[in-house]
């Protein structure tokens, strides 16, 4: 089964078929040849056994991404299987257990009494003190702990941070955001279970970063302070109002949407939005995977007979502040027992498939990878785990998706709850590919709530920069396939700030590195004569800008002519153009409104271009509708 959206714009009906006439010369690749190998052991992930949650990042700032594994039992000083364990990655995709580390990063948790989930349970990366290293969360039962990254493979305990959390509450997961946009990162952490006697404390916790290396819990001043025995937390913006909006995946209740209202607190708009999910949530993928420049939400639930019913919802952005879920018409709504998941482009094509980590203790499920078979402005999903090498029957957990070995495509690493890991290299025929790591003030960070945009082919693709995962976050920079394209035309960073970033004619196959405020500062441009301009045009003035219904663009061009206005968006996305007949040479006067017969457009930063009937270049620029 497939599904279409109906175009909401002139703009989007266009955008689908200059996209459906570009793929077509792009041959997809058949399920057949698609191929992934668990190359764990020979990676050097051997001596890891019975983990929980997975959490990557560039800890060492050496350009790769090392793996921090949580063992699922309570630490034993005597039991190298209750150790949590930090890799590091040489560059290739073989990683190393680092024995210096102390012995806190092994994860002291309080064993008080055993849960059969695990003691131990998930990891979050996060520079919160703004040094440019990547610190880490541990949640477990009984307080958790902040570690703070010293450098040089050192960690230490972050003491009277007020991040303690309860002595016999079990923190599922962690998530590092800043929900009250004033630079530095708070923190949300999701409880599970109270191993304590009643009253028992399942209380979600909201801690407000004070900027000086402590935090103040705000749960219950905020509203946010959910007790649905949550599982995963999500942060991202629904109502484009600039600030970050929580959803939580709740396993004994429904799942919440939490909408930030600006003030410091939020308001359950569950309902409002139609994200309801009364069944057992665990993990979240957060993405745009129908490319209508709006994010996606996908949950995992329990599937399996005996649970009567129950189904994995994909939640559908319709962009008028609802969902709906389209997951049975598109074929994801079976999964097993459903915990990490992950969209990712597996063969670099330009579309997004999704990976589900499967199993509860008894080995017989199999992970699932559903393809996205996405033709013709059409998106569908099905199953190739088989074919695909990864439907291993190991109670899965945790799973995360990134490029191990640095060869240009994305592989999987799966945590297993009572196994070995599986690193699954990919090795599936690829398409081209881009990778965009972010950074601040030249410092390494993980840039998370940056919307990041790639237009190439004629076709715009999004990705939102969380690193949630189901137990753990993860510090992997956002990746775009290609396909057959041979440039990227544009790539937009919008950065939790406000910031925009904009860079033009980037090389394929590689990976770039872009400055908040200031740009790319590695990586490659497209090497191409530069662009014709109109000698002796130009923009004298733009006024009013910032404006609230129209403005004025001063123009002079060197001879009379006719001239083209397009407005784009800060996704990149055309959304409007107007010609502008017989003009004289000298100066002139183009007046751009807001207002169309089919409306207006929102307030928002518009990039535009004015180009000669020729189609040379005049001016480009950037204007801001209040």
């Known amino acids: 089964m497939s599904i279409v959206r109906e175009p909401t ?4 009906y266009r955008s689908l078929i200059v996209a459906a006439a570009v793929w077509a010369s792009f041959k997809p690749l058949d ?32 350009g790769d991404l090392d793996i921090y594994f949580v063992a699922r039992r309570s630490y034993e000083v005597t039991d190298a299987s209750t150790w949590n364990r930090l890799y590091r990655n040489d560059g290739s995709g073989n990683f190393s257990a680092v024995t210096s580390a102390p012995e806190i990063l092994r ?14 349970l998930g990891a979050a990366w996060g520079d919160y003190d703004g040094d440019g290293l990547q610190d880490v969360f541990l949640t477990h039962l009984g307080p958790d702990q902040l570690l703070h990254n010293d450098g040089f493979s050192n960690f230490s305990l972050v003491e009277n941070s007020g991040l303690d959390g309860g002595d016999e509450q079990l923190s599922s997961s962690a998530m590092w955001f800043d929900y009250d946009n004033d630079g ?24 407000r970063n004070n900027g000086d290396g402590t935090f ?12 649905g025995k949550t599982w995963t937390t999500v942060s991202l913006d629904v109502n484009h109002d600039g600030f970050l909006d929580l959803y939580l995946a709740n396993d004994f209740g429904p799942n919440k949407l939490y909408i930030n209202l600006t003030d410091g607190t939020f308001a359950d708009s569950t309902t409002a939005y139609n994200v309801e999910d009364i069944y057992h949530g665990m993990g979240l993928a957060v993405a745009d995977c129908d490319g209508n420049g709006e994010l996606d939400i996908y949950v995992t639930n329990i599937t399996e007979s005996g649970f009567a019913g129950e189904t994995n919802p994909l939640f559908v952005n319709t962009g008028n502040r609802s969902f709906v879920n389209d997951a049975s018409v598109v074929g994801v709504d079976l999964a097993g027992w459903g915990w990490g998941t992950e969209f990712f482009d597996m063969e670099s094509d330009g579309d997004l498939d999704l990976f589900v980590g499967t199993g509860y203790f008894d080995p017989d499920y199999n992970n699932v990878l559903f393809r996205n078979r996405d033709t013709d402005g059409l998106f569908e999903f099905e199953n190739v785990a088989a074919t695909a090498g990864v439907n291993d029957v190991e109670s899965a957990r945790g799973v995360a998706v990134a490029d191990f070995d640095n060869d240009g495509d994305l592989d999987i690493l799966v945590s297993n709850v009572q196994d070995q890991p599986a690193l699954y290299i990919n090795e599936t025929p690829q398409g081209n590919w881009l990778r965009v790591r972010l950074t601040a003030d030249g410092s390494p960070t993980s840039g998370y709530g940056a919307v990041v945009a790639v237009e190439s082919a004629g076709s715009s693709q999004l990705r939102y ?5 189901y137990l753990a976050q993860n510090q992997i920079p956002p990746q775009f396939g290609l396909g057959s394209a041979t440039r990227v035309d544009r790539v937009t960073v919008r950065w939790p700030s406000g910031v925009v970033d904009q860079i033009e004619d980037v090389d394929i196959n590689q990976s770039i590195r872009i400055e908040e405020g200031v740009g790319m500062v590695e990586g490659m441009l497209v090497a191409v004569e530069a662009e014709a301009t109109v000698a002796g045009s130009r923009i004298v003035s733009n006024y009013p800008n910032p404006f609230a219904d129209e403005t004025t663009f001063e123009l002079v061009l060197d001879r009379p002519q006719s001239v083209e206005l397009s407005m784009y968006d ?23 409104s807001r207002k169309t017969d089919a409306g207006s457009h929102t307030p928002n930063v518009y990039v535009y271009t004015i180009r000669s009937k020729g189609g040379n270049v005049i001016a480009r620029g950037s204007v ?3």
């Open 9 to 12: 714009s002139h703009t989007l």
């Open 31 to 62: 399920a057949a040849a698609q191929s992934f190998v668990n190359r764990a052991a020979e990676r050097g992930l051997q001596n890891v056994t019975s983990t929980n949650g997975v959490a990557v990042a560039d800890y060492d700032n050496d």
């Open 107 to 120: 994860g002291l948790d309080g064993n008080v009494s055993f849960n059969p989930m695990g003691n131990k």
């Open 184 to 207: 530095d990162l708070d923190l949300y952490v999701s409880v599970w279970e109270d191993m304590g006697p009643a009253p028992r404390d399942l209380t979600n916790r909201l801690y």
């Open 216 to 227: 103040a819990n705000v749960s219950e001043t905020s509203g946010a302070g959910d007790s």
């Open 465 to 469: 920069n969380h690193g949630v995962q």
């Open 570 to 592: 800060l996704l990149g996305r055309l959304v409007d153009v107007r010609t502008y007949d017989q003009l004289r040479a000298g100066p002139n006067e183009l007046k751009w």
């Open 624 to 626: 801001v509708a209040q």
